[in-house]
Every structure is written in C-alpha cells, then in structure tokens.
C-alpha cells in the first residue's frame, strides 16, 4: 500500500548539481516529518537532512549549506537539492517517513556518483 519512490540520482560532475524527489504514496505525508538519509560503500547509512511537518529544517554538517530539502505536501513529495556536489558525496541515498510511535517507511534508493 505505502511506497515510496526516489529519482534524480545519477552521475554529475565534482561541483555539479542533481535534483532528488521522493515521491509518497499509499500515505499522506502531511503531519510527518520526512528526511533523506545516504550510504556510502562500506559505511553506515547517515542522516542527511530531514524536514519536519511545520517545516524546519536540519542538515548533516558535511552538506549544510551546499544541499536544501523541501516539501510539497500537496505532490506527496519531497525533494533534496544538492549543490556543489563533492566526490565524497557519491552513495546511495534513500528516502524515509518519520512515524515517530510506528515503523518507519522507506524507499528503495537511488545512486548518486560524483566523479570526474
């Protein structure tokens, strides 16, 4: 019933930029706060920037200021615009629906490679 889908990833570039989208369904995303996490060959999945239901924002410090994540409730979506992209930027990043008191839902991935 829920799914969630992610798109955009690809290869870009050392200072390049990509455009992901979290595309929801299957679940309203409203009230929830939602978040995009990475993971890097041979290392734990981090937390990248997450977004909540009033829409505050937090970032991982190795990305602020170069990725912002946004919202678009009415598109059951959520994207993460990553700029001045770094070789150590390449993983997979995945997206994730906060239930706080309940599992969490997330998405199958989607690559990014930041390479010259």
């Known amino acids: 019933q829920v799914q969630l889908v992610e798109s955009g990833g690809g290869l870009v570039q050392p200072g390049g930029s990509l455009r992901l989208s979290c595309a929801a369904s299957?679940?309203?995303?409203?009230?929830?706060?939602m978040a995009w996490y990475r993971q890097a060959p041979g290392k734990q999945r981090e937390l990248v920037a997450e977004?909540?239901?009033?829409?505050?924002?937090n970032y991982a410090d190795s990305v602020k200021g170069r990725f912002t994540i946004s919202r678009d409730n009415a598109k059951s979506t959520v994207y993460l615009q990553m700029n001045s992209l770094k070789p150590e930027d390449t993983a997979v990043y995945y997206c994730?629906?906060?239930?706080?008191?309940?599992?969490?839902?997330w998405g199958q991935g989607t690559q990014v490679t930041v390479s010259s």
């Open positions: 994730k629906v906060d239930r706080r008191l309940n599992s969490d839902y």
């Open positions: 299957g679940i309203s995303i409203n009230f929830y706060t």
């Open positions: 977004i909540t239901r009033g829409a505050s924002t």
